[in-house]
């Protein structure tokens, strides 16, 4: 038996959270100015390819289906990033291990920040075990999900990127549009995270229903090739 209540689903055996916004048509994303200076931004174009009434037809009114075609960038929604995102010729999403994509998560408490505000090295006690582990950063950035507030967001300071390596866990997740500064284009978290392997996951949602809870995170997308970031189904089991 199952019990729903907002994101948190429960079974008698795990509880999950959703931790995954809605990928939608027309969805926000990055936005950047284009080689004539006109702002574009990146978006989801989501549309029946074919519908059921078009295919009704093809089974004689007995049946139909639905098929639906999707077109966008693949740095969309909640999604996580490969080596190859930052560094040519690494590792692509489909070279990701299942056993990278699942790890025992812990949440840091970063929330009540200014935008562009930066996170220093003292969120993270020394005294905390990060290897191999997902480190979750909630801002609580995603109450402004689908604003302009959103896109001007509190970041990962270098010095707290040089803690997280030196820690080496198996990937770096925020509730923010992005775990860099926007405007600074040496994007050092995605250097230096990426170069040593570390995955990052970016736009996640619900952080605050972890805190004080042991749970594996889970961010898995299809092994799709030759792609660099690619939207995931982030969730977390809840330990007993």
Known sequence: MWFF?????????????????????????????????????????????????????????????????????????????????????????ADLELSELVAEGVVVDVRGRDPYEAVGPSVVPETVDLSGKAVLFNFGWDAHWNTDQYREYPYVSESLVDRLVAAEPALVGVDTLNVDDDRDPDRPAHTKLLDEEILVVENLRNLDVLHDEAFRFFAVPIPAVETVAMPVRAFAEIRE
């Open 5 to 93: 209540a907002d994101a948190v689903v429960r079974s008698y055996m795990a509880e999950f959270v959703d931790l995954t916004h809605e990928f939608r048509d027309g969805m926000p994303g990055f936005e950047y100015r284009d080689d004539d200076g006109e702002k574009a931004r990146f978006t989801a174009d989501i549309h029946p390819f074919l519908t059921h009434e078009e295919s009704r037809p093809k089974y004689d009114g007995r049946a139909s289906f639905e098929v639906t075609e999707m077109s966008f960038q693949t740095s969309l929604g909640t999604y996580i990033d490969s080596p190859a995102h930052r560094f040519e010729g690494q590792r692509d999403i």
